[in-house]
């Protein structure tokens, strides 16, 4: 592509303050660090993290819209959602043919000496927001991963306990 000129002024922030502001109060570390009674707190922090979750997505949509406009709609390259076998969600730079992915790709659209300087920009905060996002993706999807895993080992944990004690008492 040679050259791609915007029909008027870009929003660069492709992610306000705003679109924060309702994960402020979930993603509270507060719950996280205390020492927990049992399966259930743990079930309830990933249930949360699972909830938090959901609400990054929604935001990496609002950035993969943002970005799939005008002019960035007229680019070589494209920000898509891709879905992991693990179960999350994250942003990726994809050629238009899908043949090439990765940051290389946004790079190389980057530095094309062609694209004016207000598109530059606007690549370049969309791949703040890419960065941004999938780290917090990745922080809440191990949370989520991890609480799972320690609920499950304080049931069974819970479980042997009142066997041993059923035990024990029937012996008597």
Not at 18 to 42: C, I, N, V
Not at 73 to 102: C, H, K, P, Y
Request: net charge positive; glycine share 4%.
């Amino acid at each position: 592509m040679n050259s791609v000129k915007p029909a008027q002024p870009l929003s660069l922030a492709a992610l306000t303050p705003d679109a924060y502001r309702q994960l402020e109060h979930a993603a509270s570390l507060k719950g996280l660090l205390k020492p927990f009674k049992g399966k259930g707190e743990l079930e309830h922090l990933a249930q949360v993290a699972r909830e938090i979750e959901a609400q990054l997505c929604r935001l990496m949509e609002t950035v993969v819209q943002k970005a799939g406009q005008s002019p960035y709609s007229l680019l070589d390259i494209r920000l898509v959602l891709q879905n992991t076998s693990a179960g999350s969600t994250f942003l990726r730079w994809r050629t238009r043919d899908f043949s090439r992915m990765g940051v290389a790709v946004w790079e190389r659209q980057l530095c094309n000496k062609a694209l004016p300087q207000v598109v530059r920009e606007g690549l370049h905060r969309f791949e703040c927001d890419r960065i941004a996002l999938n780290l917090q993706m990745s922080v809440v999807h191990s949370l989520f991963r991890q609480a799972t895993t320690c609920a499950i080992k304080m049931a069974s944990a819970e479980l042997l306990l009142r066997q041993f004690t059923t035990a024990v008492e029937i012996s008597r």
